[in-house]
């Protein structure tokens, strides 16, 4: 007996626009075809004070490191360290470059989701998205390097300072690593398909929006809200699903005619 096929998932659509619910089909309130043209324009705006913020919180984490260092081999008459025992000064300096790494990272992949590097360059494009990671290491690296490789300190000081470092070094780099890098060239053909349909899909959750209603990772959510690209971003949402891009390239591939969701067919 034939397997009986599970019936679409019923959403219940609210406006982006108006807090109103809408029928499955229909254009938000205030919407007009082309209006990636416009989420083009405000992707591509300045994502300057992020990226600043990143380098400084980075330099900050070298500093953390380089005060760290100091703690534990500089004489304890240092006036730029704090009055408590050298292990535990370097600890906390520690903790301080982590979580400056950390920080500056998440600044830094969010610049690059919003205005990616081209892919064109392969070591550039990696490079670029891996900045994080290779902050990471210089931030830590170095100290664990200089601690060990110091005649004075003592056997117990090595070993915490070494483990402390690498256990901080796996922690940050893990936090870094952006584990879905973004290309330029993978923007430009999602704003030219954002550009074809004009509204989108998205939940409360999540970072990303949808151009299919039926999309599969939408099965759970009882509640979408549909709007322009523009309110999409505003509302947190980053980019366009990549199970919906994959969806609509396997379409335009098979149709030879550009296929639009039925969800947004007039």
Known sequence: MAEEKKPKKEHKIVSASTGEAVKPGSRPS????????????QIAASTTGLRVGSIILWVAALVS????????LAPADDPFIPSIPPLYAGIAFLVLDLICVIIGSLLWKKANH?????????LTFW????????????????????LLKDEKADKKTKMIGTIVAVVALLIGGFASYDYNPYSQEE????????????????TTGGKVFHIYEDCQHLNRSEELMLGTTQEAEA???????KTCFNRHEKELAEGGTEALPPAVNE
């Open 30 to 41: 205030g919407a007009k075809p082309g209006a990636g043209g416009v989420a083009a324009q």
């Open 65 to 72: 490191e380089f005060l760290a260092i100091k703690a534990i």
């Open 114 to 122: 919003i205005h990616p590097a081209s892919e064109k360059n392969k």
């Open 127 to 146: 490079l670029w998205n891996n900045m994080g990671v290779i902050v990471c290491a210089i931030a830590f690296i170095p100290f664990v390097i200089i």
């Open 187 to 202: 923007q430009q053909q999602i704003l030219a398909m954002e550009e074809a349909t004009s509204q989108v899909y998205w």
């Open 235 to 241: 509302a947190g949402k980053e980019r366009l699903c």
